[in-house]
């Protein structure tokens, strides 16, 4: 599980996708994803410190009897259930302190992705036609058929609020001179 949340979290992938990932996903190029939400493929490109941890994880995970070739698998030889990923999951973050008891709301698996998302558009250069340019990238990264799905993934953070203020303070500026 600390390879596979640690996946969720540095790609922005769906749960589903992770879990129907083949050791032979692994790429030279990325990750194939071969069964996304809208049934396409893409490749996830990946940073080099992922792969380092995949190639470890790699190491422990072939000395398992597994038939199956899933690159995540559990105690059964396959790949976990959504279920019970999730279940680890709040275990986790209740045991963390950032979840309350059972039946309070605390972060869900999938703010994992939303997560990714907000922090890579933080990380994007700060010009509108950058910004542009990214958020169609993000798009296709996280399997979106719509730049508006992509949209929904967004929320105000401090640092995107102060660039945007910043961005706006320039353009208004600009235009008073």
């Not at 996304?36 to 940073?47: A, D, E, N, T």
Request: charged share 20%; hydrophobic share 40%.
């Amino acid at each position: 599980y600390h390879f596979l949340l640690g996946l969720l979290a540095v790609t922005g992938m769906r749960v589903s996708e992770a879990l129907a990932l083949q050791r032979s996903d692994l790429t030279c190029d990325g990750l194939l994803i071969r069964r996304s939400k809208g049934g396409g493929s893409r490749l996830l490109p990946i940073h080099s410190t992922t792969r380092e941890a995949i190639t470890t994880y790699l190491v422990t995970r072939n000395r398992a009897f597994s038939i199956s070739d899933d690159l995540f698998i559990c105690c059964t030889g396959r790949a976990p259930t959504k279920q019970s990923v999730g279940r680890t999951f709040n275990n986790l973050t209740r045991q963390l302190g950032i979840r309350g008891p059972v039946g309070t709301p605390g972060p869900r698996l999938h703010d994992l992705r939303h997560s990714f998302a907000v922090r890579s558009l933080e990380a994007c250069a700060h010009d509108i036609n950058a910004v542009r340019r990214h958020m169609v990238a993000l798009r296709d990264y996280l399997g979106h058929s719509s730049i508006l799905c992509t949209y929904w993934y967004l929320e105000a953070t401090p640092v995107l609020m102060r660039t945007i203020a910043a961005v706006n303070e320039d353009r208004f500026l600009g235009d008073a001179q």
